[in-house]
């Protein structure tokens, strides 16, 4: 997935009023103002109801459903046959604009902090996860190599400790 295309369905997203956040990879490249690495995909974060117009809008570009067996109403992945993939995060807003990840009885979110990150992707300016929140979400699993490589280099940018 390269730049260019990130930025060019971040760009069609926000003229069809439909606002994302970059995340994963991405999102941290985003924050470090550079392509430190290659990336499989683009992961977003989008409101729930907004997911039927970027539905319509991949679909006539040719993108289908790529099974995964995580799937669900508020994860999926989205492809098309020259590789490109979205990794759709789909949230909803609470009260206190924290955006709800799956059922409410699973407490999954995006705290509202967590949707405050400003980042540069090919020169553009773009919505992504707050650095802070992007070192924390990369916790609860076994890091690999480049998860280990991504905090690093957002925790000496952003002089966080670790």
């Not at 003229?15 to 994963?24: A, E, F, N």
């Not at 490249?29 to 992961?43: F, K, N, P, S, Y």
Request: proline share 1%.
């Amino acid at each position: 997935m390269e730049g260019n295309y990130v930025i060019e369905l971040y760009t069609t997203l926000e003229s069809l009023g439909i606002k994302i956040w970059i995340d994963g990879g991405w999102g941290v490249d985003a924050l470090l103002g550079e392509q430190t690495r290659e990336h499989a995909d683009v992961d977003i974060v989008i409101q729930n109801k907004d997911l039927l117009k970027l539905r319509e809008l991949l679909e006539t570009q040719g993108y289908k459903d790529v099974a995964r067996d995580n799937t669900s109403d508020w994860n999926f992945v989205l492809g098309d046959d020259n590789e490109h993939l979205v990794d759709v995060h789909a949230v909803i807003f609470d009260e206190q604009k924290n955006g709800l990840y799956g059922p409410k009885k699973k407490g999954t979110m995006y705290p509202a902090d967590s949707l405050s990150g400003i980042g540069i992707i090919n020169g553009e300016k773009v919505r992504c996860i707050s650095a802070e929140w992007m070192i924390k979400f990369h916790s609860g699993y076994k890091l690999v190599e480049k998860d280990h490589k991504d905090i690093s280099a957002l925790c000496k940018k952003f002089n966080i400790l670790y």
